[in-house]
């Protein structure tokens, strides 16, 4: 009690610990103070935010990034259900493999994919042969926001399922239920919440996503122009359309952030 006066902390570390939340806060907040206070100080900023560029990028952002998604969940889920109960060492090389997307820089991931997909790569013949052309298309979008936001919900997954004791599988099973029932009635719910929040910012990430959609799928408007390309694209012609794409997406970011508070802070109330 001693260390605290009228609520501040007198100790060393907790005035560092102070001092340093101050300085983070001011070198987070002031940058997205600056970008609001200039949108709104745009004459034209909503009809930035109607016009075609915004609501072209917006509506293509959207459809991939749901699509991604989609497909990171449906396949994403067994597979860290897999590597959550695996203790062997092939297991464990996947799941370093599985977080070198975190650390791996975007533009390299483009340039990796287009040398395995693209026209000179290592199956882009064979996949021409079939009729099937990834680079520079909206698929090419897909792929590349899969690569780069995956990580985040398998190894949330991953944790949620580890978090679910096997002692609850054993006895459901026992008991006559079947292991896939027993995934969807038991393991899945309990491991739902990570899994909820694992997805949240994966579907942030593939949002923002630029530099692996810009080195593998391009920036042309209406196909692979996302909202993050079609920023870089307005800067160098409108600044109101720059902004008002900037405060499109800062919005869709705090509606996850909240999206994610709310569904937690939920979770632990029911405990």
Sequence with gaps: MGQYRSGLPTHPAGILGGAGAALYVIFIGLPIVALLVRAAQQSDFWGAVTG?????????????????????????TPFAYLLSRSNALWARAVDSLVEL????????AGVAMLMAFGRGGLIGPELETVGITLPFTTAAVVFAQIFVASP????????????????????????????LRTFFRITLPLAGPAMFTGLGLAWARALSEFGATMMFAGNLTGETQTMPLAIMTAMETSLDSA????????????????????FTRRRWQRR
Excluded: C, H, N, W
């Design 243 to 262: 902004l008002a794409l900037s405060v499109m997406l800062l919005a869709g970011s705090v509606l996850v952030l909240l999206g994610l508070g709310l």
């Design 101 to 108: 997307p975190l650390v791996l820089p975007p533009v390299v």
């Design 152 to 179: 985040f919900f398998i190894r949330a997954a991953k944790l949620g399922f580890q978090s679910v004791a096997r002692d609850y599988e054993d006895v459901a099973q026992t008991l006559g239920v079947s292991p």
């Design 52 to 76: 075609d560029l915004a609501l072209t990028a917006l509506r293509l952002s959207l459809l991939t990034s749901v699509i991604s998604m989609a497909v990171v969940v449906l396949l994403g």
